[in-house]
């Protein structure tokens, strides 16, 4: 994306000396808005031109970079560096050239935020659609809240019997919060979602970012991921115990071998570390099928846009594919969350 900084006088943009006609509804609301001023246009929108033509601004050509499918060209203009992309096989033009700014593609930001024209979107009046979703409120009170109701009316009484109850208040939620081994049994459940979650969720990102995105590699990669998601959790426990069993386990034999003692029938920390390794292996897959899909769904301009920009990998990673990451990564989080406590 090209962006230069502006102001709005009339219809039109003037970027230092230059002069760039804009749409009316486009400069209104530009002026409407105030603050600080840049417009902005994609690289594949900007038309170079060998003679002057009609509201064209003069550029100087630097560079001209063959990427195959398309040619890149950077202009000196106005004192900073512009970029166009020319897809068909034109002759391209030395030394002075003119540009020109389509005027619905170029766009004006105000203090940074898209400066938009179009209608704003209202809201269906007619509400008679909720009436089609009243079933499943009725159900849903009926088969959950109901019984979540019965169960606080249990709470705040001690029932010994058939009719013999009494009102104890909030005594059971006292005692409970007040215990000792709850509060030891929370704090080695946060440490265990949070340490499996900083492994997971890294692990996870780089697998969805390592993994082909065409072809039958593709495929066969997502199969394997699958795989751990497809065992049931009793059988995935029952794996992990004798695969890590000192006597009769792989892992567990291997791990004695080496030296270190390895337990997790005698030892708590060794049992800590085992569930550890069976959630990260279970899970795991998850998110990087969902960091896949996130991926996936990046359209291919922003890739082309940087290519163009010159940006490194780890600042197309930062900028481009972790923002893009961010509602997958959230429902992973959340997931992850939920299934390992």
Not at 174 to 199: G, N, P, Y
Not at 254 to 261: D, H, L, Q, W
Not at 310 to 330: D, E, N
């Amino acid at each position: 994306m090209n962006f230069f900084e502006c102001t709005v006088d009339g219809s039109s943009a003037k970027i230092g000396d230059a002069i760039v006609p804009l749409d009316q509804a486009t400069a209104d609301k530009a002026k409407a808005a105030g603050g600080s001023l840049k417009l902005g246009i994609r690289p594949m929108y900007v038309g170079v031109h060998e003679e002057n033509v009609e509201n064209g601004v003069p550029a100087e050509v630097s560079s001209v970079e063959d990427q195959g499918y398309c040619k890149i060209i950077t202009c000196k203009f106005n004192g900073s560096e512009i970029k166009a992309r020319i897809k068909d096989n034109r002759k391209i033009p030395t030394g002075t050239c003119w540009l020109t700014f389509p005027k619905d593609k170029t766009k004006l930001y105000s203090n940074e935020r898209l400066v938009r024209t179009g209608a704003t979107m209202n809201k269906w009046e007619n509400n008679k659609a909720w009436f089609l979703v009243l079933p499943v409120f009725v159900i849903v009170a009926f088969s959950a809240i109901i019984p979540l109701m019965t169960v606080v009316n249990y709470s705040v009484q001690d029932i010994f019997g058939p009719g013999q109850r009494f009102f104890v208040g909030v005594e059971w939620f006292r005692e409970v919060l007040l215990d000792e081994r709850l509060h030891d049994a929370l704090f080695k459940q946060l440490s265990f979602s949070t340490l499996v979650l900083l492994i997971e969720m890294p692990l996870g990102i780089g697998i969805g970012l390592m993994m082909p995105k065409k072809g039958w590699t593709s495929s066969a990669c997502l199969v394997i991921l699958a795989l751990p998601l497809l065992i049931p959790w009793n059988v995935i426990g029952t794996i992990w115990i004798i695969f890590t069993r000192p006597d009769i386990g792989l892992f567990g034999a291997f791990i004695n071998a080496t030296g270190i003692p390895f337990d997790h029938t005698a030892s708590g920390v060794d049992a800590w570390i085992t569930l550890m390794l069976m959630e990260v292996w279970h899970w795991t897959p998850l998110v990087a099928l969902l960091a896949y899909a996130g991926l996936r769904a990046i359209p291919e301009a922003f890739y082309q846009a940087a290519k163009i920009d010159g940006a490194s990998s780890w600042a197309i990673f930062k900028y481009i594919q972790l923002p893009k990451l961010r509602g997958v990564m959230t429902i992973a989080c959340c997931s992850g969350s939920w299934t390992h406590s």
